[in-house]
Every structure is written in structure tokens, then in C-alpha cells.
């Protein structure tokens, strides 16, 4: 049917030049192959700069014959498959990793790219001299999410940690664009900046009794970093003072007498998370680095009634492999605020379940994170809202005993990490790890579960065990992103516990294997292949 008004002629013809591209003969030969010397030049310099991407093709149909030959109740031809095309994205990651022009493009391109306005596929680049995370924007400009998802399990939190006696308080930290909506455009925008699900979620909790602390309320009193994904110390402590103001109203606590906090200040030079993203050249002068005054927190100990479960942006001052200094944060502060300490559980990122697992991980240990505590705080970022994994998860309400192993390796004993292993072990599983550029965090753990394990002193001769290893350290890939299921390979294992401190509220990838959530995680010294 054609349509009743006559297209201009001028707006036809674009639309003809568009959907055609005239390439003589001579052209098309030409483009071809200068194309080809292109693959063929990059690859054959990549076999003489860095083959173990390359030999590794050879062994892609591996991973296929352990998936095949491993017993389950599916298929073993779909698991054969889903295992290689598993192995094949993961070595098309690798390649590009790994290519030797990767890093004179970036260094080359990246400048170019942000001098046009641009920044990459996460960190972008707002108005002025504002940097934003893509996921940020993404929540504030994009859908309405299933407001269903996030209000069951919040609930079902609510509901398990009220049959302990205790009271949830919900802190959603807004994310940078809802703040400051003139990092984004140029229009008029009041903040704060909502997705259209966020107010009736809150309604939703607050009409259940689930207090929630709408902190984007108050968007003119919580200023956030022009380079980071989060707020500012001011933003941060406004946010812990409104906190305990709300706990003092809903007189969830009975008075006691305060233990009182000292803040120690100094000043700290450093670029923001995002800036970090966009990997350009040291020395480089398009960004400027951002100093702030970080008050650190110093408090007598004293029993603990309040719980904070946080991702990064009860970090960002407390952690200080983030580069803003330590026990500055919204725990520290929350503390000084209602003038006594309070317990933490932090982990970057994945603020929807990551602390719910950790939390629930260390009970079933028979680690009561739980005792003695009257409120539990639950700070995620808002993103979390519209992306986040919001499974239920149980919190057991005693030290649970320990699973049988899993059935491909039932002879083997589970050997927690209560003591230091010297000897061998294969690679059985691993989880998944991010790309450089493509997160806000510099620094990320992953688990490995090793089986074989035979000691060096002969007192472990067949054992398996679960083991974690930095993958990736200042935005930069380690070599343990080279392990591969069924490498064997020589290992120093001391108990996680003893590096807690240093790599425990670090991001976490964990494994799929629900049996392996109980085994007390060995930290990886040491390794060879």
C-alpha cells in the first residue's frame, strides 16, 4: 500500500544511497586484499609474540571430552556442546586479551576517542568534566523493571531475619545520573532522576513494614565524584548520619551508653574508578585526578547490635585496594553516627545477593555474623533494582553438616582450608572472571575447585578442595586467567581466612556447584603449571 504522502525526493534519495554502495572491480579486489595481509601479517607476528593463545585452538575439544565422559542425567551430547562453545568464547576472550597490537591500540585510540567526546563500551563520557558508568545510565533512562523480583526477596530476607528477632532496614544508594542529572544533559532536570519502578517498590516495602531510607531524597546533600561511580566522604557521611537518624526514630535500638569515635583526617589524590576503565597511557593529562578529605574512624569496641551488609559503596572508603583510603567508610561512619561499632559484611559489586551469600555462607559454617544483632542495614546500589540476581537464599539457622561430594569425584575427600598444602592438584572448575574496561573495579577474585589434590609430605593422597587466586589486579588480567579445567599444576595453599582482610570484600566470582558452598576456601599462594 502506498503511503498518502509523497516522500520528498531529496529524503528518497538519501534513502536510496544508504541501502546502496557502488565498489568497482579494481576497488573490491583491492579491499580484499589488503584485508587478508592484515589477518595474515597480525597472526603470523602473534605466533612468534605470544602462541600459548593460539596452541590453545588445538586443545578447544578438550573441555567437550571431559563434559562428555563426566555421568549426569542430561545429555552428553548437549553437554559436550555446551562445554566447547564454553571453551570457544572463552578462547575468542583470550585472543583479544592477548593480541599483540592490543595495547599500542589502546594507547593510541583511547586518547583519540575521549578528545571526540567519546569514552567506551562502560565508562562515558558526560557533560563537562563528569564521568558516568553506562549501567548507571541505563537504569535511570531505560524500562520500568519487574518490581516483583527484588520486592520477594527483600521480603523474604525481612521475613527470615524477623524470625531471629531482628529488623531489616533497606539503604538503595542512588547511582550518579539520579543525583546529578547535569552529567547527562543539558535540559533542566530536577534531581532526583527515577526509574519508573524505583518509588512504587519503596511504597510497596514501606506499606509491608519494611522500612526503606529513600536516600535520593536528598540528592542536593549527597554530591558524588566527578570520576568514580560513587559519592563524595561529605555524600557518604550525610548518608550514615540520615541512617542513624532513621534508626533513632523507628527507636529500633535501646539507648545505651555511647562509645565515642575519633576522626582522623587527611587528603587523598587519586582518579576516579571510571577513569581507571578507560586504561589510558601513564602520565596521561585528559583526566584529572580528584582529591578528597577522608576522615578515618577510630572507636573503642564494644557489643555489636547493627549489621551493615554493603557492596562498593560501603567501600569506597573503607577498602583501601580502591585507592580512597581505609576505615573510612559507611560502616565507620554509621558507627560514630549512633555512637557505637558496627558489624560489617562488604563486597564489591553485585550488591543483590553477594552479601545474602556471604552472610548465609558464614552461618551454615557456624559463623553466627548474626549474634547479638538487633538491626541488619541492606545497602546495594540502586542499579541493582532493574540488574541485579535477586534469588532467595536461605539463612540457615544452624551450622549445617557437610553435603556428600560431588558425584564425578564421590572417593574423594573435601579438605577445608584450616591449614596451610604444599603439593599437586588438578583443575577441575572455574569461575567466571570480567574484562578489563568493562567493570568499575580494579581488582577481582576468582574460585577454582581442585580435585587430585596429593601433598607434598604424602598425608593427602586423593582430596579435593575449593581455592581462590586474584584474576585480575588494577584493571589488568593475571595469569591466572590463563588456568584451564584439567591443567594439573603445583600449588601453595594457605587458608583464606589469613588474607580475609586484604581480599575479602573484593568482587568474588563463586562457583555453580551448590555442594562446594560449604567448604571453608583455601587462598592460593603460589603455582606452577
Known amino acids: ?46 605466533l612468534f609474540q605470544k602462541t600459548d593463545v593460539l596452541r590453545d585452538f588445538t586443545t578447544l575439544h578438550h573441555s567437550a571430552v571431559r563434559a ?89 530476607l525481612s521475613e527470615q531475619l524477623a524470625e531471629r528477632g531482628i529488623t531489616l532496614l533497606v539503604l538503595p544508594a542512588p547511582v550518579k545520573p539520579q543525583i546529578h542529572p547535569e552529567s547527562l544533559t543539558a535540559r533542566d532536570l530536577p534531581a532526583p532522576m527515577r526509574n519508573p519502578s524505583e518509588a512504587p517498590l519503596f511504597e510497596a516495602l514501606n506499606a509491608e513494614g519494611i522500612p526503606v531510607l529513600d536516600l535520593a531524597q536528598h540528592a542536593e546533600a549527597i554530591p558524588y565524584l566527578k570520576t568514580d561511580t560513587h559519592w563524595t566522604p561529605e555524600g557518604m557521611t550525610f548518608a550514615a548520619e540520615l541512617t542513624a537518624r532513621r534508626i533513632r526514630d523507628l527507636n529500633l535500638l535501646p539507648p545505651r551508653e555511647a562509645v565515642t569515635a575519633t576522626l582522623i583526617e587527611s587528603e587523598i589524590t ?83 545477593s553477594a552479601t545474602r551469600t556471604m552472610l548465609a555462607q558464614n552461618l551454615a559454617r557456624g559463623i553466627d555474623r548474626l549474634e547479638g544483632i538487633e538491626i541488619v542495614v541492606w545497602q546495594f546500589a540502586a542499579r541493582e533494582l532493574r540488574f541485579g540476581d535477586w534469588s532467595l537464599i536461605e539463612l540457615p539457622t544452624a551450622a549445617r553438616e557437610r553435603p556428600a561430594p560431588p558425584e564425578h569425584t564421590e572417593d574423594a575427600p573435601l579438605i577445608d582450608g584450616f591449614d596451610s598444602f604444599s603439593g599437586t592438584a588438578r583443575i577441575q ?28 609430605d604424602g598425608t593427602v593422597t586423593h582430596g579435593q578442595t575449593v581455592a581462590r587466586i586474584l584474576s585480575m589486579r588494577n584493571h589488568t588480567l593475571t595469569e591466572a586467567t590463563r588456568l584451564r579445567p584439567g591443567m594439573n599444576i603445583s600449588v601453595n595453599l594457605i587458608p583464606f581466612m589469613d588474607v580475609e582482610d586484604t581480599y575479602g570484600a573484593l568482587n568474588v566470582s563463586v562457583l555453580d556447584n551448590p555442594d562446594l558452598l560449604l567448604v571453608e576456601p583455601f587462598w592460593i599462594e603460589s603455582y606452577q603449571p
Not at 430 to 452: C, E, K, M, N, W
Open 1 to 46: 500500500m502506498a503511503h498518502p504522502i509523497p516522500i520528498p525526493e531529496r529524503e528518497a534519495q538519501a534513502k536510496r544511497e544508504i541501502g546502496h554502495t557502488e565498489l568497482r572491480p579494481n576497488g573490491a579486489w583491492t579491499l580484499i586484499a589488503g584485508l587478508l595481509i592484515l589477518f595474515l601479517l597480525g597472526t603470523i607476528i602473534q
Open 270 to 352: 587519586h582518579f576516579g574508578d571510571i577513569a581507571e576503565m578507560l586504561s589510558l597511557p601513564e602520565g596521561q593529562t585528559l583526566i584529572a585526578p580528584e582529591t578528597i578529605r577522608h576522615q578515618r574512624v577510630e572507636q573503642d569496641a564494644a557489643p555489636e547490635r547493627v549489621l551493615l551488609l554493603g557492596d562498593s559503596f560501603s567501600n569506597i572508603f573503607s577498602l583501601e585496594g580502591m585507592g580512597w583510603g581505609a576505615r573510612g567508610g559507611l560502616a565507620e561512619h554509621l558507627g560514630a553516627a549512633l555512637g557505637e561499632p558496627v558489624r560489617a559484611l562488604r563486597r564489591n559489586d553485585a550488591g543483590a
Open 68 to 156: 562428555w565422559n563426566r555421568e549426569g542425567e542430561d545429555s552428553r551430547l548437549f553437554r559436550a556442546n555446551r562445554a566447547l562453545l564454553a571453551a570457544m568464547d572463552q578462547w575468542e576472550d583470550d585472543l583479544e586479551d592477548e593480541a599483540w597490537f592490543r595495547p599500542a591500540l589502546l594507547d593510541t585510540l583511547q586518547p583519540l576517542l575521549w578528545r571526540l567526546g567519546s569514552g567506551n563500551g562502560q565508562a562515558v563520557r558526560g557533560r563537562g568534566d563528569w564521568m558516568l558508568f553506562q549501567p548507571d545510565i541505563d537504569y535511570v533512562t531505560g524500562p520500568a523493571f519487574d518490581l516483583q523480583l527484588p520486592l520477594a526477596a527483600i521480603r523474604d
Open 429 to 456: 572448575e572455574i569461575s567466571t572472571f570480567p574484562r578489563p574496561g568493562q567493570v568499575p573495579y580494579a581488582d577481582h577474585v576468582i574460585t577454582l575447585h581442585l580435585t587430585h589434590l596429593q601433598s607434598d
